[in-house]
């Protein structure tokens, strides 16, 4: 049994891990932490694991946690991972980062994005990028994770054949996302309310949004150039999902045919990837408490644009599905153990 | 492996049931019928089994499919189960009924309150009610069991403990429950409408709600003499869920202590029904997705009522998972089989 | 013009009157304050008022404004008005209190249900509890107007003809309310938060909410006798409305006939007041925007009990509408001013 | 008093002009139709009119209503309004279109995206498209007017100081919309279930909306030259509310303090279109219930894009509303007469 511990757990990300831990065969989840409710049973603070969860809410202890556990999962505000985590700790234990510190390998854009001074630049080396899909054989033997943002993962994956296969103009590309508000955590802000958030759509942190050069840097990776891009994120009166619509210009005589080519050629093997049919559009009420991503296009003719759409839950596979498929790859198990959950509808 | 076939699957607890089969490590899900959309792909109907369920909707041939499997699941309108299934078909496999046809075993109440003539009632004395919780034991030999109704599952598992230990006025129970909307079903009616269930509370069929035979006759074996009580539901803004809040005088002198006693005494060893703590009241978010009932109390000293409430999921305790409980039960399989989902939140 | 004042004006009831005083053709809104956001735009705040709004969150002073002011609405926390109001006061301005301060003839259950000691007691001679339709001609010289509590208005204005005409054991009444969330304020507690309220449905100060006492007394009035009653407020995934629930046994021999009239010979002047047909039930979306309470009912024959169902717009009817109903009374204005909004559907 | 007649006024759209017309001081309601409902009292269609609308649903004569009404709103399927409109009719009444039939003077694109062939092609001369921000002189003395599409409204308001100032490229024209469900009408098909609308984010119709034509035939009038843009409908899960995301790639050299200036040029003088402050994007949320739309803009210096946002009730601006504003200026009444409902919040 691989033993976990969660730093962080109180948050929604974290709590949706607890929930895959616990019905994940090979894990023992050992430590929870939180920073609120240290000393609360976790069943008080969620009560959905009332009498299924026993544990109580530790205060954080990374070394001790590090030394206890075989892997641990960071859920902690931008900045402190970057403080928390040492070459002690990753040699005691693997670290699986929620946060951004260990995202973006340009410290200038770290630095720039999230106003702070990168606190953990040396081990940045180490960390990899945990988009499982992409970075399988790395995640293999990293000790250092960086578990990607949502909004990420879902633009990435829905973007990547036709930047990898040459197939859009690389300055063309928009992304118009929509996220449920757990996305925006459980803190205590206004704009969370119910009242507020409910019966309304709003676009946030226009060409601003701390993800844009997340998904730049992966995406240009791929491209084997530097891509710039137009991410715009909306508040949707829903508790998850993400929907990624994404704008391309493609290079010119490409059809629909090899569009989707590359969509298989990509895609075909990886189960937690789904390909829509011809005509059918991703929903994000069809990937509910999974970890599958949907991804379907169009071309318009008329603009020669293709449009392409992805549909995750940002709880699982844009959080700690995800996070779970990681810990999967690094001890060798198969990489859906755990993570079998038929999406939930209507939920 | 249990060979399983689901008849009215395209319902949302048809669907249901078949998300829990599908996860459900001894059960071969065989078939599935659909009057709508016969030869279409069961993913076509319902997108998160893109990929993961291969089905074909067939049409409803209810003596090849008790031919073909051990068990086979009714979701079909009311009367038309009484008209199938036959003393021959019984002999070939288990039905489980998700339908009212077998619930009452007062004929006349039911071609009362349904306002049909019961075209099944000389199997009647076969079926058996199957409140697991409560009729465990007759379950495991039965051959057809009635699936109680999802208001009654919740209305009833909450009063039982104060009607078997004589803690109440028998003449005083008042329920007022509250369900989400895919208690409704999936046809085309107008109030089933987004624009007209959203943002709205309404009660109806008040005081003629054909749940209310059932969870009396029910309630009355268990008092030892008839039970009539009031029963409103209410339709609730959200997907899934009901809450049945529950009122009733306490009898001369019945303390708080002796009424959770008694719930304690009926429960503590149920898997599937969780007590809240003092002061703390269910919620129907911490049961989604999951087979638990949970249930809370309180007494009003100043009107000397108790008030208890029961949460569940309307369509797994209130349908299909409840079902797969029945199911476990006929085929000797430890109850909480398949059914182990942690409740997911927020969702 | 009257000249109107707004104390607290950026809580949703506060926010709510500013949009109906905006609208009304006899007020002048002159001030507006704040305790979170004095110096910032009011329009800054809720934007809603962009372009039609330039007042300005000031800093609460009550006797300037009562200086300014024919009428002041107080939108504050229990026992501040208690603090703040004064005979001074009083022979400057008409006070409409949101708050609960001075509702409560009896001091006693003031102190014990609030947990206060009250500080204005020496004006409760004075205040005029402000529920129109029956207080009307007490209202009209009124300086202290009690504006009454959104649950009790729903609750009692569905009792009164059961309790005055004298159809029902006056022992047996329950009320379960239904509110949405606009009602638990703009505050930031977790159990606010969208994630938490959405596709949720849960009972919340069973046996203990503040507005119990206050239904009490007036429902007392009304029946000549001390009335004890159950209330359980539930919290629903919506922004708006309030359905509350009532039962109780009808006296021996009164038919659903007698109910009837005894609800038009009460209700049938009242504009504001709209008895739902036969076999139709109150739904909280038939009233939104709007001013009405909509009353229906049935009765069980059965149980003999009647089961009567008031719905409202709980910032209108329940705080803002009936608070400038009774501003138009005091000043001789017909009733309706400014208060004949057309319910808005959907939304 | 302008007598008014309502030609399909028991879908959504129709109901919001019954709505806004009672409040229409210049205004009286003779007639509403609806082929569903004919005999019924429209109260009982929509019972937010109980006791305040005694109108009985009419069959549909348009003849006859031509005759009693001096203006009549048409709120029919495509295709049926260009075959009841005739000349005979316009010499008779105003005609308020609020179908696609005369919306496009290009009959081929009709024809094309909306599948039909035109019956009333010899009108289209006639006919204004009535966008009262542009419109107005043409509409003045018109007799037939189109009145716009919800998600054309909102595009076109939101692009058109762009194109008419030259600001952009105009090949670079995107549109993510987003739109409440109400849009969709009352009418019964599975996506609009609640059910199914709820907790999803979807596009729809992507590259394919009949929408785009309709916003291309406007803007490229504005541009004077032909405009090709992609457009992207999404379901949102909200009652009302639309939500338009456009972008487009500057011209070299254009400064967001130019783009203001567009926008101040074009609107400061309007009264139903409000441009939010810089920093400040458009929510859904401060339009409803009103004739408002907002909008606001940033430019995403890094990829030289303007990113514009428009937010408009969709039944009121996007239908009803507008379809008033449009008959105020055919009878030379006030612009905003009946229409100075203040945005109502939360709701």
New interface residues.
Partial sequence: MIKAGVIGATG?AG?ELV?LL??HTEVELKTVTSQRYIGKEFSEV????????TLICQEEDIEKIAEECDVVFLALPHGVAAKKVTKEILEKTVIIDFGADFRLQNVNDYEKWYGLSHEGKQLLKQAVYGLCEINREKIKNAKLIANPGCYTTCSILSLIPLLAENLIDK?SI?I?A?S???GAG?G???E?????????????K??SHRHTPEIEEQLSYIAGEKI???F?P?L??????I?A?C?ASLKQGITKQEVRKAYEKWYAKEYFV?L?KEG???????????NFI?IGF???E??N?I?V?G?IDNLVKGAAGQAVQNMNIVFGLKEDTGL????????
């Fill in positions: 929604y709590n929930r616990m019905q969620y009560q959905n694991y009332n009498e299924i969860n300055n928009i118009d929509k449920g508000v757990s459980r205590l802000v206004t969370s309310l119910y009242c507020e958030a409910n019966e309304n759509m709003k676009a946030y226009v060409a710039t891009l137009s715009t909306h949707t009166p829903m508790n998850r999902g929907l619509t704008y789904r829509t059918v559009f991703p929903e994000t009420k069809w990937v509910k408490g999974s949907d169009t071309v318009d008329r603009t644009r449009i759409m549909a079998c959950q038929v999406p939930i509808f209507p939920a």
